[in-house]
């Protein structure tokens, strides 16, 4: 059994390689470099795909690889028993808009159970992740990479800028079509057209930052793969639904980008959150406590705009759920000032929820719906031959979404990521 079962591992494996899944930015992470075999023993293990809870269940870690799990599982001899009695286990929690401008950043990512980023854009994105993949480093996030965000002015620098981002292999082109409120210009169609030509020659998937439903449908229409913020002026409608589905395209909400933009104006409670004060960027915190900040935020007409619409954000959201086009976790973390890196993406659960998604429901978007836009075929649910990116939970998330606050370990390929 055994043997059939680590062959069955390695099939999957060389599969996914044929296949063109695992991308190498996923893993910077080494495997668990004690050798030890781990057995989490009586938890309650959610896996990420939807089904219900395992009880008393048990997960076994092999060389930084889940090799067995569920309640009938006995641990090996020899292997490294850890008692979850009464806690949750789920799959590592994984951002599909997030920003990285840092390689400490992706420690903190990791501290908050974040184990997986996509950072949708960035100039410092290629040097990171050619650091990480040389330096192999454990506990710390795995990074996915956009680079830098495509500004071209004439079709030529778009197709030029699709270039670069293809000799980088990174993982798919971004460009924003986005002007501001009003107070800026937007990308032209004839400009940010080349760009889905040139990603479509390349092989490659393109997202999109929007505000307005007249630019989802355009850039829909062309072949986007990625709605990287919510529509946010009026409500979605048919059209465009049928436009996701027919690209096979994700939606990523970002509730906590608008919330970030007025929030500040007078202090939110969350700022005095024992779980942000734990890992949060204290030079960060000090920035949302200046007067001054605080002032801009108060006089700010956009985040009064987004603040007002951050209801129909919400409605669309799960008005595209229900039709079946797939949710990815996102925050737009690691942007302007106050979009506290892992923090906000467990506060964006909530929201989700509020959104209308059940628990479970929000799980999975922020776990396999998001391996699976990554094209992350190892990651996402707590499956034999998955990589053991987990979080020990000392509260259930299915009866509130805040627990995934109550953190009491972090593991990445089999390692446990240390504490501040």
């Known amino acids: 059994m055994k043997k059939n079962l680590h062959y069955s591992m390695a099939l999957t494996i060389a599969l996914a390689v044929v296949a063109g899944w695992l991308t190498l930015s996923a893993f910077p992470a080494t495997d668990d470099s004690s050798g030890a075999v781990k057995a989490f023993v009586g938890a309650r293990i959610i896996d990420g795909t939807g089904k219900a809870a395992m009880q008393n269940a048990t997960l076994i870690v092999r060389n930084g690889r889940i090799e067995a799990v569920g309640p009938s599982v006995k641990p090996p001899a020899g292997a490294q028993r850890i008692d979850a009695s009464g806690k949750t286990i789920i799959p590592g929690l994984e951002s599909g808009h997030s920003h990285v401008n840092g390689a400490d950043q992706l420690d903190r990512f990791a501290r908050y159970g974040i184990t997986s980023v ?16 040389s330096e192999h480093t454990t506990g710390r996030s795995r990074l996915f990479i956009a680079g830098p965000v495509i500004v071209a002015k004439t079709p030529e620098d778009a197709r030029k800028a699709v270039d670069l981002d ?28 080349p760009i889905f030509d040139e990603a479509r020659k390349k092989g490659m998937r393109v997202a999109v930052h929007v505000v307005y439903l007249s630019d989802a449908k355009a850039v829909l229409k062309l072949g986007a793969s990625m709605i990287a913020h919510s529509v946010r002026d009026q409500d979605i409608d048919d059209e465009t639904i049928a436009l996701l589905k027919k690209n096979n395209a994700v939606y990523c909400p ?19 959150d024992p779980f942000l004060l734990k890992n949060g960027d204290q030079a960060e915190m000090a920035k949302v406590h200046d007067s001054a900040f605080i002032e801009k935020i108060r006089n700010d007409k956009n985040g009064q705009w987004y603040k007002e619409h951050l209801p129909v954000a919400m409605r669309n959201m799960k008005k595209v759920f229900d039709a079946g ?25 909530d929201y989700m929820v509020q959104a209308g998604l059940t628990p479970m429901q929000t799980l999975v978007a922020s776990t396999s719906n998001v391996a699976k836009f990554l094209h992350a075929s190892d990651l996402g649910t707590l499956e034999p031959g998955k ?8 509260a259930n998330p299915l009866d509130d979404i805040k627990n995934t606050r109550k953190i009491d370990s972090v593991w990445i390929a089999g390692n446990r990521v240390p504490e501040k």
């Open 118 to 133: 996509m950072s949708l854009g960035g100039d410092k994105e290629i040097e990171i992740r050619d650091q990480l993949r």
């Open 166 to 193: 293809a000799s980088a292999k990174t993982d798919i082109v971004k460009f924003r079509l986005d002007d501001n409120l009003g107070a800026g210009t937007k990308m032209s169609p004839e400009v940010y057209t």
């Open 254 to 272: 970002t509730f906590t980008r608008e919330l970030s933009t007025y929030v500040y104006g007078e202090k939110p409670a969350f700022l005095n």
């Open 325 to 349: 086009v797939p949710i990815v976790m996102g925050t737009d973390t690691g942007a302007p000032t106050g979009r506290f890196i892992g923090y906000f993406e467990h506060v964006e659960l």
């Open 387 to 394: 990589w053991a990116d987990l979080l020990v939970l000392d």
